[in-house]
T-cell receptor
Framework: DTGVSQDPRHKITKRGQNVTFRCDPI?????LYWYRQTLGQGPEFLTYFQNEAQLEKSRLLSDRFSAERPKGSFSTLEIQRTEQGDSAMYLCASSGSGVETQYFGPGTRLLVL | GQNIDQPTEMTATEGAIVQINCTYQ??????LFWYQQHAGEAPTFLSY????GLEEKGRFSSFLSRSKGYSYLLLKELQMKDSASYLCAVISQAGTALIFGKGTTLSVSS
């Protein structure tokens, strides 16, 4: 297994458009996390899945954001009606159960014009 | 709430030793992580401390004092490739999310 993968790596969109990102975790990991990182800041937690169940959502995750993990494997993060403030790096991470190391994917860099 | 503090920037020279400090305030403690992040890349795992003391892993060591809410990352025999951002993070009270500091940007010069 080559680690966590994310697609696309870069996305440029116009304000008001919808975008969707995909994350494929390490295959044996049942936990999957989404984070957002802006320049000069550490990653900020958005949401977390255990298998297909979304168990935790940050207050940062506005109604325009939705995440799914339909079969407990890959996950998608959709942002509707994008705003310029959504421009950031969106990072996905996965881990096993319990307090285990989270391994990050390469991220999707979003620019909203 | 939870708060993580670490210096914004540090500089050092090749071959030197540098210590990056991190202080935290959390409601509950489930462990502290250090990650390295090169510009434009994903964070990569360096170390995990849950008990007090020093964990050594090659050129990198990490120390934790739970009573003081304090950790440091020690980098020895610095190399140019160690120029990166170093992120301190604690596990949330629920034991799921990582709560990150803003990161310390280390610049290593020759």
């Amino acid at each position: 297994d080559t680690g966590v993968s994310q697609d696309p790596r870069h996305k440029i969109t116009k304000r008001g458009q919808n975008v969707t990102f995909r994350c494929d975790p390490i295959s044996e990991h049942n936990r999957l996390y989404w984070y957002r990182q802006t320049l000069g800041q550490g990653p900020e937690f958005l949401t977390y899945f255990q298998n297909e169940a979304q168990l935790e959502k940050s207050r940062l995750l506005s109604d325009r954001f939705s995440a799914e993990r339909p079969k407990g494997s890959f996950s998608t993060l959709e942002i509707q009606r994008t705003e310029q403030g959504d421009s950031a790096m969106y990072l996905c991470a996965s881990s096993g159960s319990g307090v285990e190391t989270q391994y990050f994917g390469p991220g999707t860099r979003l620019l909203v014009l | 709430g939870q708060n993580i503090d670490q210096p914004t920037e540090m500089t050092a020279t090749e071959g030197a030793i540098v210590q990056i400090n991190c202080t935290y305030q959390t409601s509950g403690f489930n462990g502290l992580f250090w990650y390295q992040q090169h510009a434009g890349e994903a964070p990569t795992f360096l170390s995990y401390n849950v008990l007090d003391g020093l964990e050594e892993k090659g050129r990198f060591s990490s120390f934790l004092s739970r009573s003081k809410g304090y950790s440091y990352l020690l980098l020895k025999e610095l190399q140019m490739k160690d120029s990166a951002s170093y992120l301190c993070a604690v596990i949330s009270q629920a034991g799921t999310a990582l709560i990150f500091g803003k990161g310390t940007t280390l610049s290593v010069s020759s």
